[in-house]
């Protein structure tokens, strides 16, 4: 909330602080332009739908979805007014990229690595596993060239990306047996989208493409046996602890993905430019608010995970993590070579993470491991 007020206040006041500085601008006048934000009895109304990949209201993706809207119709004094719609209500969660594409809905909510089979590739602006964190990944995507480079992926299919939510480093997932070594890997059949479910095939898994709306079934019937998620907060909203007793880390395949807000072009170019420049502003917002909305609430849910539920906490097995780090650099390089584009993203992601792991052995990492 606090986040949201902020951001509000820039923008609504963008045009009235240099009040202060120039009397003549308080003064009445017909003919005075409007104050930025303010609506006049013409301003257009634009009414648009967000479909997203999430079920309504998830906490963490799917209220930052819905906070996203609620920050834009209050920056916009209602003008850009949003209508956020669950996995399912419109079109389902994996059809969300193709609807905002043919302008079935004018925005979407996901993730990007769910167009795997679209664009191989995509699943780079979301997380590579072993890859760069969320503070890594947000240096990339806005200093180093990444989001210039995603907009360019997309600008064919008509749509705009924007990063849009990040949950963090993961938990490994929920496994309804021990895993000991990487022969408990072979034939598991597991919930695990983007590169990391490439990963698991090469080292022996079976991975298995469900949304989020759908792995508590899957789990508890048995369709999978594992499935990763996200964290605590999230995990334990969708009740994974009660149908998997073993929750594994490290987060080896997720360390630090980010969520995409999609935006069909010809509705977003048919936007004045204080609408855009409100989009950009709370994406922005809302890509930091999911990341400290998971950091704060990650902690209380796990312990209610462990001393209420009596989950088991444990760590993936020195083996099982080594074959993973191997097969993980074949899988993202191979990815690369779908397209000069494909190559051109993965030589940016791959010289900005080389330069962002030298620099923050000597400062991040260094200082998690002396705290
Ligand atoms: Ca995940």
């Known amino acids: 909330m606090k986040t949201f007020l902020f951001v509000g206040l820039l923008l609504t006041c963008a045009g009235c602080g240099s009040s202060d500085k120039n009397p003549a601008a308080s003064e009445p006048s017909a003919t005075a332009p409007t104050a930025v934000g303010a609506p006049t009895a013409a301003a257009k109304i634009y009414r648009w739908k967000m479909i997203t990949t999430w079920p309504k209201n998830l906490p963490g993706p799917g209220t930052g979805a819905e906070r996203l809207a609620e920050m834009l119709r209050k920056m916009s004094n209602g003008r850009l007014d949003i209508k956020v719609y669950g996995a399912g209500e419109l079109v389902g969660a994996f059809e969300v990229f193709d609807a905002v594409a043919e302008g079935s809905a004018e925005m979407g909510h996901g993730a990007a690595y769910y167009w795997r089979g679209k664009l191989p590739i995509a699943a780079m602006f979301t997380t590579v596993p072993f890859g760069m964190t969320a503070q890594e990944m947000n240096g990339w995507l806005r200093y180093g060239g990444g989001m210039e480079l995603w907009r360019e992926l997309y600008a064919p299919f008509d749509l705009v990306p924007l990063a849009a939510g990040n949950t963090g480093a993961q938990m490994a997932g929920w496994f309804n047996k021990e895993i000991n070594s990487l022969a408990d890997i072979q034939g598991l059949k597991m919930r695990i989208p983007g590169l990391g479910g490439e990963v698991l095939a090469r080292a022996g898994g079976v991975p298995v493409a469900v ?161």
């Open 211 to 371: 949304p989020g709306g759908e792995v508590f079934t899957a789990l508890q019937t048995g369709v999978i046996d594992a499935t990763e998620w996200v964290g605590p907060y999230n995990d334990l909203a969708l009740g994974l602890h009660t149908a998997a007793k073993y929750y594994y880390y490290p987060p080896w395949h997720e360390p630090g993905p980010t969520l995409e807000a999609l935006v069909n072009k010809t509705a977003y170019d048919a936007l004045p430019n204080d609408l855009r420049a409100m989009i950009e502003v709370a994406a922005q917002a809302v890509n930091d608010d999911v990341l400290s909305d998971f950091t704060a609430h990650n902690i209380a849910a796990l312990e209610t995970l462990v001393e209420e539920y009596g989950v088991e906490v444990r760590a993936l097995p020195a083996d099982v993590l080594a074959k993973f780090k191997s097969v993980s650099l074949e899988v993202v390089e191979e990815a690369a070579g779908e397209s000069e584009l494909a190559r051109r993203i993965y030589d940016s992601y791959m010289t900005f993470y080389a330069g962002v792991k030298r620099y923050h052995r000597l400062t991040e990492q260094a200082y998690l491991e002396i705290r």
